[in-house]
């Protein structure tokens, strides 16, 4: 059959955590590898009855359908949502997606040509990665520092890579290390974009998710030039199943996705959508996420407390200041993904750093980590099994 | 801007029936342009309690992140609809898409590179030929007979260009023709496709919308080779809002689709997939698809009674036993994007039918219209307009 398929995705394998998640039904193994929000934190009551009234009183705009761009009660909660984070120019507009994988996956479909080079955070969100992987581009991944990536190294990958088309990044709550880009480097960003003329894909899923620290300005929020494409979601403060991102844009970029959603998916479902609304209409979001916020400083702090108690010294961690991620660095040389399969025996899972590489075959000394879905006991069991693997394998 | 946008995108435009759809917001106009379902067929009582009921017993699974392949118990019910039409083979698998949009614009992903050809009706569906532009597919069209693709053209297609990759069909009630492939052709299609190495997809949306004459059996089900891809669809018979269709391949087909799937929208929303097994567990499917077909039988008829009495005889159309369109035939030379502007001045509206040719700038002398949304004193009054206009700009 292999002869058949495009060139495109000839080279595409399943990501490997999702591939994990089926791994994971083994109902004894604690699973630190998801990436996904605490159920606890559904407003499941609240959206049963919002679902149920939709139907009953307004079910041909839920049933029948709806407008590519998206139901207009939500782009105008969304455009609101962004004026308040200063992303929203009068020359932008928004486009409702399938998710924020959607609105990655789109915004590289308009850019990207075959063999152009698009550079990303080392290590960054494998959902993108294989999306960029599916039209031909050339990753080319820039180190992380404690502040986000290393703008030396990011100006050297735009000088000696060629057909340079864009810079993707999640400069906030970083997947898989949790780092935020400091404002100073967000603004170096965006003049080394300006220099050397490419287009920035800022993806902030997890930007509300802010426990501890101040919050720092969105890179589209210091652009000028409708050089950003910004892509957000609510899979992480109201509900991943529901499916519902958007891009915020430039106009024109904004109707090139309108014109790839349309033959993608004509619209986003509309009952999620309309869900979404009279949620937001209804509740008071800002309470939601704020008890979001406190459950994952809550967790995350917990098992940073169990990681310094179990840990030996040979491993290395990040300390988010929010979002749902750890990033370990093992001592170089360690293959993470052997790793993996003696910590399955532990009944532990993780997911190992090359799963988030430009380069997914190439070994790698890092993994992550996940505090969000798995209650205290068993993160405290998870990580002290995890811990005495690292010192059987690594030292103390 | 548009110096920044991949090749794919540049010559993409909005669907002009998408576009139309905007239009249509003139509530004084008889739209004739749409290709929805009657929103009097959608059970939203039944629905809006099934909803309610998801998210007070199973909220998680509604909301929560989901596995990309689809809805275990959704699968199954396909599964189940699928093998009665005789197209599962035990080597087959199925994906849950969002919509049959998706289903094509991916499994068009899986195989087209570009430059490729890709052979399809002429007149076609406008989506499918978007989506395969964006993949820089050469789009060629064979001209449709009264019992679908012309067959000798379609052997010269396939015998004249270079690296056709794919077939692309609608054999029942084809969008915009209504016109059904007879049994014979789809075997000399099976037997074209065989002897020359291409894909088929096989687009059914409208299958079970069927009022008149017999079934004919699917193209996948006479195809032995694994070469065939299904794409299906609930919009149809459910509601087109819900975004639910699915692919059946090939399992090493599927996987493709699935891996493509994974980075477009990581998988479809969970409560309206579970909404759909619900549904179809508790009420009967067979009877709610009765009742659509008794309806648009009622429709088709009673649009085709008064296009036999306003319409001059220069106009030629289709007679079709099922979907949702009639294909509207006006003489050579006449120019039905002009004639829509004419017609607008009118207050009705069709879709010329250059959005479904290879070539969109060619003017063409057909249109399209539907039968299934609008009551019938607007459809009566809105064929006598047209038939009006028609008369006097065509003769009699």
Do not use: W
Not at 232 to 256: E, H, N, Q, W, Y
Not at 309 to 325: A, C
């Amino acid at each position: 059959m292999n002869k058949y398929f495009a060139e495109r995705v000839k080279p595409l394998k399943a990501s490997a955590i999702r591939e994990m998640f089926k791994l994971m039904a083994d109902p004894e193994i604690i699973s630190l590898a998801g990436g996904s929000p605490s159920p606890e934190l559904f407003p499941s009551e609240e959206l049963s009855k919002i679902a149920a009234k939709i139907l009953m009183t307004n079910p041909n705009a839920a049933l029948q359908y709806g407008t590519t761009d998206g139901y207009a009660p939500l782009k105008e909660i969304v455009a609101d949502m962004v004026r308040k984070l200063g992303s929203l120019k009068e020359t932008d507009s928004i486009i409702i997606t399938t998710g924020g994988q959607q609105g990655i996956d789109l915004a590289s479909k308009v850019f990207v040509n075959d063999g152009e080079t698009v550079i990303v955070e080392a290590p960054s969100f494998v959902g993108t990665l294989n999306g960029l992987r599916a039209y031909q581009a050339k990753l080319v991944g820039v180190p992380l520092d404690d502040d986000g990536m290393n703008m030396e190294k990011l100006e050297q990958a735009l000088e000696s890579n060629k057909n340079v088309k864009l810079i993707y990044t999640i400069p906030t709550f970083q997947n898989p290390s949790g780092i935020t880009m400091s404002l100073e480097k967000r603004k170096k960003l965006l003049d080394l974009a300006r220099k050397y003329d490419v287009i920035v894909i800022e993806d902030n899923p997890y930007g509300y998710l802010r426990f501890s620290g101040e919050d720092v300005p969105t890179i589209k929020s210091l652009d000028t030039e409708g050089r950003v494409v910004y892509v957000g979601s609510f899979s992480k403060i109201l509900s991943p199943g529901m499916r519902i991102g958007f891009t915020v844009a430039d106009s024109k970029i904004s109707d090139r996705i309108e014109v790839l959603k349309q033959v993608n998916d004509v619209h986003t479902p509309l009952l999620t959508q309309m869900m979404a609304v009279e949620y937001i209409k209804k509740y008071d979001m800002d309470e939601h996420i704020e008890r979001c916020r406190k459950l994952y400083r809550e967790k995350c702090e917990f098992m940073l407390s169990c990681m310094d108690k179990y840990f030996p010294k040979t491993v290395t961690y990040t300390r988010p200041q929010g979002g749902l991620f750890i990033l370990c660095t093992t001592p170089e040389g360690t293959n993470t993904n052997e790793l993996l399969l003696e910590s399955l025996k532990y009944k532990v899972a993780f997911v190992p750093g090359n799963s988030f590489s430009t380069d997914i075959e190439k070994p790698s000394n890092l993994f992550r980590l996940n505090y969000s879905t798995m209650p205290n006991d068993k993160i405290e069991k998870g990580i002290k099994s995890l811990g005495q693997l690292l010192k059987e394998k690594l030292g103390n």
